[in-house]
């Protein structure tokens, strides 16, 4: 399995805008097993995605689905960027 | 609900050995959403955790069940501390 950590950041205001585009724009992946939107209590335009896939390849070939690219469309302008990035080798546990 | 992601470091060279033991060790929790067991690729001796709870309290009430104690007194001997612990507010998304 294929693990990420991302925490992206809002543009200043606009992290209630955002999460509610990727939890309305949020549908099933092919070999997705877990995808958890989160706020950042930490920070004021943080959110964190963590992810657990079937291998990175199943990631990278997600980013080309209809959906999710239109989802990606219509985030973009109120993204100011990313900050941690964290990849993982997920072994087992619960919800997977 | 209430996420966790922390990062556990194994004493030298007991790594696969901690990681056995949790993934063993692991069964359903009340009020847990999800549980991921990790490598962490970047270093030797790291373990992520990302869990998803109904709340914090059930977080807290679940290191008092038989199992997990009996995970915890398996696995503190080669423990060697723990590193990153970052909370956060999960949303949505699959696998919860």
Redesign the interface.
């Known amino acids: 399995?294929y693990?990420l950590?991302g925490r992206m950041l809002a543009a200043p205001g606009e992290r209630e805008a955002l999460?509610a585009i990727m939890?309305e724009g949020?549908a099933?992946?092919p070999g997705?097993?877990?995808?958890?939107?989160?706020?950042?209590?930490?920070s004021e335009d943080g959110i964190?995605i963590?992810e657990?896939w079937d291998s990175k390849q199943a990631h990278t070939d997600s980013l080309q689905l209809p959906h999710v690219q239109a989802t990606i469309a219509k985030a973009k302008p109120i993204i100011a960027g990313f900050a941690e990035f964290?990849?993982?080798?997920?072994?087992?546990?619960?919800?997977?």
């Open positions: 399995m693990g950590m999460l939890l949020h099933p992946m997705c097993r877990s995808y958890v939107i989160a706020r950042d209590p930490k964190w963590t657990v964290i990849e993982t080798e997920p072994l087992g546990g619960s919800g997977l």
